[in-house]
């Protein structure tokens, strides 16, 4: 069993509201204490992850220690999500409950544009919102700034969620949405 500073609480359907513990850091010392921090509500088209590993890229210490001047602290890092399907939105259509699933470094993106039409969200004409420290620009990240995967549960549209075979460890999956897809895209497009 988890620890009790590690349990998620998810309310009744009818508030619609998540409550989970974040590992955040409050300043570029890169010390991170756990918080208890209110997600934003699931839609319609959202998946409730129950987070079971993240990865620790060095994109994720470069932003907690302000290394590139823009942090927004607190932060809570993490684009390397592995975890399982806790509940879906009324509309989703990609995943059910107890499905493995994985997020990477973007939450939302227009998805009208050209480049979000074709499956390429990083290359949004207008702008994407990342995973973590950034700030949602087309209202389905929540608001305020996007927290990442540090965490016990997050919630995402299915649209940026990635399906992961069952047979892969979760504990393995992490690394496979940042540096397995750095690797994995050039081989695929030459």
């Known amino acids: 069993p988890k620890p009790s500073y590690l349990q998620h ?3 009744p359907a009818k508030l619609m509201s998540l409550e989970c513990i974040c590992l955040q850091s409050r300043s570029s010392r890169c010390v ?5 921090v209110a997600r934003h509500q699931p839609g319609e088209h959202d998946v409730t992850i129950d987070v079971k590993f993240c990865g620790v890229c060095h994109s994720d210490v470069h932003v907690a220690k302000n290394d590139f ?35 990477g470094f973007f939450v939302d993106s227009c998805l009208e544009c050209a480049p979000c039409k074709r499956g390429d969200e990083h290359f949004c004409s207008a702008t994407f ?15 305020g700034v996007t927290k990442g995967g540090y965490s016990t549960a997050m919630v995402v549209d299915e649209r940026f ?10 504990e393995r999956a992490g690394p496979l ?3 397995g897809v750095t690797m994995y895209a050039p081989e695929a497009e030459s």
Not at 84 to 96: D, P, Q, S, W, Y
Not at 161 to 170: E, G, S, T, V
């Open 9 to 11: 609480v998810v309310l």
């Open 32 to 36: 991170f204490e756990p918080v208890r």
């Open 69 to 103: 001047l823009e942090t927004k602290f607190p932060v809570v890092p993490g684009h390397e999500i592995a975890g399982v399907v806790a509940a879906v939105g009324a509309r989703v259509t990609k995943f059910r409950v107890g499905d493995h699933v994985g997020v």
């Open 129 to 143: 919102t990342p995973t973590f420290n950034g700030k949602p620009a087309h209202g389905r990240a929540g608001a």
């Open 161 to 170: 969620a990635i399906a992961l075979p069952k047979a892969l460890p979760l």
């Open 177 to 179: 949405l940042c540096a």
